[in-house]
Structure formats: C-alpha cells, structure tokens
C-alpha cells in the first residue's frame, strides 16, 4: 500500500464531494435574503464561508475516514504502528495553509464590514456620491421594557410604535435604550444594533425595494423580551418613496398631539425614575 | 467508631484537644452551622439595607453562611490557633503528610476534607457529573417548552429563568469537569508526585461546588418565578433589576470562578516543582501540557468574574451605579468585564478536551503522537491568543468602530492553533494500527464534533455574518457543538479510559457501545439543525418561534430527548460497573506506556513508595528499543505492564 | 442481605429520591403557572361577539406572599380573582371596565400616555373621553403591544390611602374602552408605568412577573 495511494483515494473523493458540495452553495439564496445591500452583502458572504468551511471540512472529514478505516489494527495484531513523531514540512504545510484561508477569510470581513458600517458604501455604487447619502434619512430607535418605539427627528420628532422607512434611501438608525440592554434586529433588513441605555448606536440600511420586515428584540431583557417584536400587523415596512412620504404626513397627525409631552430629540435619554 | 470524617481521616475521642474547635466536624455539623451563620448574616446584611428587597441580607447571608459551612467543615483547624498565637497540635501536623490507605471501610472520608488528590478527584468528579444530570434535565424542560411555536408549559418568565439555570450549571460543570477530575487525580501520577502542592487548597475548591450548586439552586425559591432572568451572561443593568433569585446567582458563580482559580494554582504548581527526576517538558504528557496552559487561564480569568458579579452585587445591594448610565456608570462596561473572562473561560473548557484526545489517541493508535511540540504550541498558542478576541461576543454592542476589524482577524486567527489538533490527529492515525476500544471511539467523535463547531465559529467571527447570526440559534448551535460535542465527549472518553485505574473494574462493553452510538448519533442529530433554525432567524433565550420552524423545533427536541437518554445509559453504566460487577480489571488493559498505568490498583496513599526516575518519553509506541516510562527501583526493572 | 442486594437498596434508594425531587421540582415549576379566566360573551343583534373585561389596579394586592406589590385583579362570577391570564373570544369587540385605585406615578418614555388602539382612541375616565393626557399623571397603563392597544389609566391625584379594597376611604376612578381582538392566538398584555417601588427603573418586581402586572391573553 503506498503512500501515493492512501492519499490520491480519499484526495479524489475529497475533490468530487467539496465540487459538488461548492457547486450546489452556489445556488443555494443563503437568508436573510437580498432586500437590502446589507443583507445581499451577508447572504454572499454566507455563501463564500460555506464554501471554504465545506472544502475544509470534508477535506479533515474525508482523510480521517479512510485513515481510520484503512489503518485499523487487524484482530489478533497486538504490534504498534512506526514511531513517526513529525514532518517539518507537513507542519509547516499546513500551518502555512491555515494561515492563507484564515487570512483570505479576514481581508474578505473586513472588506464586506467596511461596506456595511461606512454609509458612503452602504448605498450602491452609483450613489457614493449623491447628496442624499449625505443626507440619511435618521429613525432613531428607542428600545424600552419591552416595546420598540421610533422618532423621526426630521419630521418633527414625532413618536410611533411602527416603523416605516422608505425604499431606495439611506437610512441611519440611532438606537438607544432607556433602561436595559436590548438588541434591535430586522432579520431580511440585515442589521442588528445593541440598544444601550446612555449610547447611541449607529446602523445603516439600503433598502432596495418594498417589503415588509419582522422586527425582534436579540438581547435578554426581562420577562417579555421574546415578545418584543414588531410582527403581524405591527410589521416594519420599507414603502416607496410616495408612500412614505404620505404616510409620515398621516403619522404627525396621528401622533402629533403627544409631541408637546415628548423630551426634546436626543442621542440618548435619562428618564427618571432612576432608582428607588 | 463514631462518623466523625476529620482532617486526614482519622477519627478521634472526644476529648478536647488544641487540633479541634469543637466536638466533632463532619458534613452535618458544619451544614448545621453554615445555616446558623448565614441567618446571622442575613439579619446583618438587613441591617445595612437601603431598599427594600432585601439583596443586602440575601448576598451577605449566602457570604458568611459558606465561610460558616467552611470553618464548620473544619479548614480553619490550623488557621485559628495560629491567628491564636497557640501552638498547633502534632496530630495537625501529621495529617498533612499522612494519609490514609484506600479501602471500602473509609468511605466517609469522601464526605469530608481530604488531603489525598485521588480523593479529591472523585469527589469533583461525582458532584460535577451529578450537577451535569441537574442542568440536562433542565435542558429536557427547556425543549418541551420549544415544541409548540406559542410557547408550552412554563410562562415567559419561568422559560428564562430555566434557560439560565441549565447554562450556568452547565457553565459551572464545563469549567470543572475535566481539570478538576481527571486533573487532580491524574496530574501527580503522571508526573511521577507523591501528593499536590496545596492539597488543603484542592479541598476548599472542592467544597464550594456543593456550596455554589445549592447557593444557585436556593434561588428558585425566592421571589416570584424564581432562578435569575439574565440567562448565564447576567447582564447588568438587567442584573440590577432583577428579583431575588439574582443574588444566588452572583454569589454561586463567584464560587465557582474562586474554585477554577484555586485548582489552577494549585496544577500549576504541582507541575512546575513536583515533576520527577527526569520528566523534561519533553516527556511530559500531552494532558500535562494541557494542564498548564489552562490553567494560566484560569488563575487569571475568573478573578475577573468575581469582580464583575461583585460590582452587580453593589449595585443591587447598597445602590452603587457602576453599571447604570444615568447615575454616570456604563451598561457596556458590563459587557466589556465579563467577556474579557468569558472568552478565556470558554478556552478553559476546551483545551482540557484537546488533552484529553491527544492523550488518549496514541494509546489506541498504538504510534507516538504525532507532531507533540506543534500540539503544545497549539495549545499554549490558544492558550494566550484567547485573552485578544473577547469583543467578538459583543460586536453589535456599540464598541468603537475600528475594534471590529480587529477583533475578526483576531478570532480568526486563533483557528490556526486550534487546527493543529487535526493535523495530530491525521498524523497520529497515519499507518497505524487503531484499535476500536471504547475511548477510541469517543475521541473519533470528538474530532469530528469539535471539527464542526470550530468551522462555524468561524462564521460567527465574520462580522457581517455575526449581525444576522448573534443572539441566534446559532451561536447556541456552534458553542454546544464545541462544549457538549467536544469537552463533554471528551469526559466519556476519559471515562472509560480511565475508569479501570480509578475503581478497579472495566466498564461494561455492550452497555459502552450503545452508550457510543446513542450519544454519537443523537447529539448529532439534536445539534446540526440548530445552524438551520438561527440561520432562519430564530433568536435564543425566546418561548415563541415562527410557526414555519415548527416542524425543526419538534424534529430537536425529539431527539434531545433521546440524547439525555443516552446519557442515562452512560450513568447506569456507570453505576453498574462500579457497584455491582465483580470483575476486576487487568492494571494496565489498554497497554498504555504513561505513567499512572504502572501503578497497581487501587493506587496506594502516597502513590509512589520512591519517587521514579523517568527515562523515556509516553509516546514512544513502536520503537523497539524504548525504555519503559520509569525506573522504580534504581537499577531495576520497573513494575511489568499486565 | 448480601453486599450486591445492599447496593442495589442504596441506587434504588437514590432513585427514589432522584425521581421525587424531580417531581417536586416540576411541581414548583408549574405552580407558577396561573388559571385562566374567560369573561361572559355575548353575542349583539347585528352578530357581532362581545365580551366583557371587568379589571381592577391596586397599588398594593393585599395578600399573596408579595402582599405589597402593585397588581390588576379580574373579576370572574361576580368575586374578583387574582389572575392576570385571560381568555377572549377572536374577532370580538371586548368592553373593558377596570376600577383604577392606585396613585399617579408616571411614564418613563411619555409616548405611551396616548390612547391608541381602542375604538375611536379613546378611553372614558368616570365618563370623560380622554384622547392623550400629561405623562406624569398615569398610574398605569393597560397594554397589548401585538394589537397596538396602548390605554394609560389616570392615577389618584394626591392619594393618602393605600389604594386598595377595602379601605372605606379608597376613591377609584371607572375607566372604560374598547377594542378589537383579532384571529386565535395567544397574546400578552403588561402596564408600562414603572410602578414597581424599591426596584431599579421602577420596572422589577411586579412589573416583571406575571399574575401582577403583566399576563397571557388567550384569543380562542
């Protein structure tokens, strides 16, 4: 049994198993799905990850099967096997083919990341530039024990249980908290944002057409935190540029008679009561 | 002869004597007092109280009522004479080198303070398992509540406080089970020690797990609802707000972080001074280099636990504000504390485990491990690379910016020396001659466990992918696939590996191998689905699901089902063997070359009559002109392996 | 008795006590859970189905292991019964009555002083309707944040009393709305003044455990 042998058979059904496997990831639509450029931005990169963790994977996977079929003791051979304790080049090998991926795998985050936190690049390309990207629109998020609420400081700083942002335009979350830690999560927006008493955290979303999104609480917050969502008919919805416009009109009404008790729009809030 | 289990064993009259503060000390006396004194806390604590829920009482009672059961246990026998000025008596002295011959009549001493390591070892590892079977039949509630998408028998509340209860005893059972077990038993053994650096140490690290596990418990009886509603992370200023239950949870994981540091001193020193003449770092076993580069983590991580649940005892108890923005503390300060321990502790579970399959592995190989000083820098390499990726649980959070990129490559970068661990295993395996015993087959499965949750956590390292995976089933998936998959798969690898040496008796075989491929397959088929339910989108720690991953949830909690029951076959196997076969098991069944399996069985007092020179390596299967592993006698051959 | 038959006395012995405090433990659990209470329905000429919800807010229960903590009772055959888990009938129009006893203590975010969610948004306060008041006046508020209905309830103004039954001092407000329920499912409702005194925010305590100020509507 040479050793080219043991290791072109399980190189072989190596190569077959990780093309066929890469093959099909490719055709896979990974979630959350492409509503916005966030989202399509995560589901490709799930697709690379899979990839590369698939090859990996069923390489390890693959070599360690036939090993272990192939070099089990025969019953009745109680001998040892040779007293091999190291190669050099097998480990440098492999350390310096770990290191590659491993590296591969961070340029690629950290690229795709710069392209989910920069506002710049968050918008498609054609739109680096334009003067609305300058210009998010800014929902200001406000999680509480245990209900979302959201501000639009540029329409007056009305309150609304719902949210509603426009499709094709860049919007800023500002998320705060006014008590405990809780976590904003719009699954097919693609975006997550910690919402923290005294900080202001800052997301952005691209929205590329219409939908409607379901919007959950990600982070441990009390009693109801896993019925801190807006679901059902208290969905998110990204409308289109008219129909936002024309809802914001109908929402200052609606909620405009409270805004003479709301605090003043801020990055953060301290209600009181505080303590005891 | 009276029950009495007093220091070293040995029972005495009643008389007065200066080595005892009262008339006898056994497990009853000292719980009796560490009642007492935790009333008596409690009432001092309300005493301090500024609101009015009474934290101050609740934490100060759990505080002086362990240091009660403690003294009451009997570790201040020779610290207060000596506070004292007074001499201390010969008999205190004697006990701590003398130690008493195993044998089925002492029993009772497994029920007290024990200088003896192998006792010790027992002792943690009957308690920790027991814990292990506590927190599964919480997770068997946990996924009876998941089998409906509208939530099934326990209120939101309850659900919470349940999921916390089965992670942080899982915590508490991950952090102990291998380092605390096979560590102290088998640490000193295979380095050719009599006895530990701080045999006393290792007692009291000991004790404040049966301290830790009721303290936690006792909160399901306080306050509505019971248990503590942070889940295992005990977020502040959640923490803060919480109900009673809260306060148990503070102070029972502070034990057990105060209990990792303790061991690890200990291991730590017992290795670096006690080895024998002749074992070079070379000649060490893997699980000994295991050993030590674990235990830098844990001498230095949990301290910093133990402050951080202190700084929430504050503010619940006096109403500080460390953690609360208004009054200028920081809610993300919280987060920052407790991961910058969280990290490096879930490094403490799984590097055992890494010792423990390389350990195993040239045994059923029958090959020296291949490449052992690129495993040791693995290890260690982890090791140290574990303290520079902590912000990777809390990308989300609000941290500055330019820490993200950081915190990624870091992560990432720490999946070269955690895959070094297969390139031993590939290599070890390479032309050998495997045999298919029992704790083979469970290192097998630990490679290929551990192979699936290190390549997932390699998604949660990407950032962009973390934003739709954290706070998911996910992440539940990839750290269960790592700590049950890997650490605990490991335990039952080490367990019928080394079950022979530490009770005399082989674990049963038919009973092993159901117990194999019950556990193999059901784990599997428990876990894998959990990538495709947070994929989806379903968060943690929630009761309600979408309906359209109802058929999942049910398809996992079935088989959880069936995997806690593979774990009942595991304990009746157990059980069994040790208690009801009659068979003895041969001193060296596995033929391995290290060192404790030279040792008859059971393993005397002070393990060796003469400290052994060592004179060739563990590994060195297939080398025919290798020394065994000691000499005993000098000059002599060394005691036949059977 | 033989060693063997001695050990298997002891498992078994282990056994049987295993299996008892997993029952007891089990039953603790569960005792948690409360009973549900399903208002009369009724059902008007033009077929529309009707329920009543007749609810009371106390600044303190009164009995109960927590007899100080701030809770809603139900009223259930004409005695009041504490529960905070309820059963109503789907697309029903449900007339809610709930006698508030409790003082005014405020909102931590003052959006949620607006009435949303009723029919015609409002709520009648001993017959007055009521749109939006000041944050800082309710004592509580009656919520269901997955059918929008947000329904600040007035508190006492300068309250001496303590605010529960029984005190011939007491004064309480009737305040009355309605709203819709939608199709079967399970919801929860919970108030959003932190009313829980001695705990941080206001929010622990009651406000965090259900059967005081937070509870499951059961939508059948």
Known sequence: MSTRRHLIVPGLVWAVLSIAADLTLTHLNLPPGYATTTAAGQSVTGQ?????????????VVFAVYFLVVFRGRPGDAGDGPPVRGDVRLQSGWLVLSTVIVLFAAAYGSIELEGQVTPQLVVPASQYHSAATRHPLIVQVIGQQWQWTYRYPQYGGFESPVIRIP???LVQFDVTSLDVIHGWWAYTLGIKVNAEPGVNNVGYVYALKPSRFIVECSSLCGLWHGYMRN?????????????????VKGAQRYYGPEDKYLPKFALVYY?????? | MSQTATLGGRSQAASFSPRRLFLSQNLLTATIIGIVTGLIGYWLGAQLETTDNGDAGILLGYLVGSVGFLVGLGFANELIPRLLGRPVSVEVKADAVEL????????TRYFGISLDHKVVGIQFGVGVVFLFFVAGFQAMMIRTELLHPKGGPWPAGQYTALVGLHGLLMMFVATLVIVATF???????MIGAKRMAFPRLEALAFWLVPLAAIILYSSIFQGSGGGFPTGWTGYAPLAVEARAGMDGYIVGFSFIGIAATIAGINLLTTIFTMRAPGMSWSRLPIFVWAMVAVEFLSVLAPPVLATTLALVGLDRSVQSSFFL???????????EMFWFFGHPEVYIFVIPAFGIALEILPVFARKPLFGYRLAVAGMVGVAMMSWFVWNHHIFESGIAPGLRPFFMTATEFISIPTGVVFLNLLGTIWRAKIQFKLPMLFVAAFFFNFLIGGLTGVFLSDVPLDVTLHGGFFVVGHFHYTIVGGEIFSLYAATYYWFPKLTGKMLNERLGKLHFWTAFIFFNTTFLPFFAVGYLGQPRRVPVYLPSLQALNVWISVNAFLFGFSNLIWLVNIIYSWAFVKERAPLN??????????????IPADNFQRIPTIVAGPYEYGNPTALPVAEFTPGTAPVPAS | MTSTGRKLMIVAGGLAVVVVAAALYITQWLSYIQPEQAPAVTVSSSGQKQANLELATLGSIGFTSHATWVAYLVRQGGRWVHSTNWVLPAHALVHVTILQYDTQTGLRNPFLSQVRGTVGSVEYVDGHAVHYMDPTLPAHTFSIPELGVNVPLYGIPNATYPGTFGNPHNTHETITFSFRTGGKGLLHWQCFVPCAAGFLFGNGGPMQTVGYMDGYIHVV
């Not at chain 1, 679901?231 to 809802?247: C, N, R």
Request: no cysteine.
């Open chain 2, 589 to 602: 069944p596995w033929n391995s070359r290290s060192l404790e399996w030279q040792l008859p069985t059971p």
């Open chain 2, 100 to 107: 008493e011959a195993p044998s089925p009549r002492n029993w």
């Open chain 1, 271 to 276: 209600p009181s009561p505080t303590t005891y």
């Open chain 1, 48 to 60: 690379v990850f899979s990839m590369i963790s698939a090859t990996v994977g069923i390489a390890v």
């Open chain 1, 231 to 247: 679901t059902g008919a208290q969905d998110g919805e990204v409308l289109s540029q008219s129909a936002f416009a024309s809802w």
């Open chain 1, 167 to 169: 499709a094709n335009r």
């Open chain 2, 183 to 189: 560590g102290n038993y088998f640490v000193p053994l």
């Open chain 2, 325 to 335: 923005p208004s009054n200028g503390g920081s809610a993300f300060l919280y987060q």
